[in-house]
């Protein structure tokens, strides 16, 4: 299975054809795809004007995608090594982690899903390094009232399925549809968010 680092190079190569780069771009969201999957395709085609199927395709917004994913996953990249590095001194000092903190860690580990968006087409506009800073400085900070990326206020307890075989029931951003980790909730707001229980509309079969 070839790396992030390799599907990068060939997004990049002039001598390859632009629907292998445009396939390698979308191989890399295998890797690295902070919304999920689907979500992260959908802004990167946004945010540098170029469709799934666009025929005539330049391939410098392919670049221009890649540019801005591989800067962020640097930076989620950077913040995984320091939190590796923290927890190591904290085990060497004999302090003992936080279970759910380190488990939510576990599982989005290498940066795939750490604001998942369940609905494909709602997620932020900003740019994704951006938008990872913010929730690296949130939770650094600690638990706060409201959203990490946008700063809104109606965190909303959702019950869905982002890929068929990945269920999840959490908190989800009501206005930029990101999905909040928990460890950036107060008590207090996550017990208003189980208040606020909504379905989301039957994916299409
Ligand atoms: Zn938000």
Redesign the pocket.
């Known amino acids: 299975m070839a790396g992030f680092r390799s599907l990068a190079r060939q997004v990049r190569d002039p001598g390859c054809d632009t629907a292998l780069r445009r396939y390698s771009l979308r191989k890399c969201l295998e890797r690295f795809a902070p919304y999920g999957h689907r979500a992260t395709w959908d802004h990167l085609c946004r945010r540098h004007r170029f469709g799934p199927e666009d025929r005539e395709l330049d391939p410098g917004r392919l670049v221009a995608a890649l540019d801005e994913l591989e800067e962020a996953r640097a930076v989620w990249l950077a913040y995984e090594e320091q939190f590796a590095a923290r927890r190591r001194r904290e085990k060497h000092d004999g302090l003992r982690g936080l279970g759910a903190v380190d488990d939510w860690h576990r599982r989005v580990w290498g940066g795939n899903g750490v604001v998942r968006c369940g609905d494909p087409a709602v997620h932020?506009s900003d740019p994704l390094p951006e938008v990872l800073r913010r929730l690296i400085s949130a939770l650094e900070d600690g638990p706060g009232e409201?959203?990490?990326?946008?700063?809104?206020p109606r965190i909303e307890w959702r019950a869905g399925s982002v890929d068929a075989y990945e269920p999840w029931l959490g908190p989800v951003?009501?206005?930029?549809?990101?999905g909040?980790p928990r460890a950036v909730l107060t008590s207090g707001a996550l017990a208003r968010a189980r208040g606020v229980v909504r379905r989301p509309l039957a994916p299409a079969a």
């Open positions: 932020p409201r959203c990490p990326v946008c700063a809104g951003c009501g206005d930029c549809g990101v909040v």
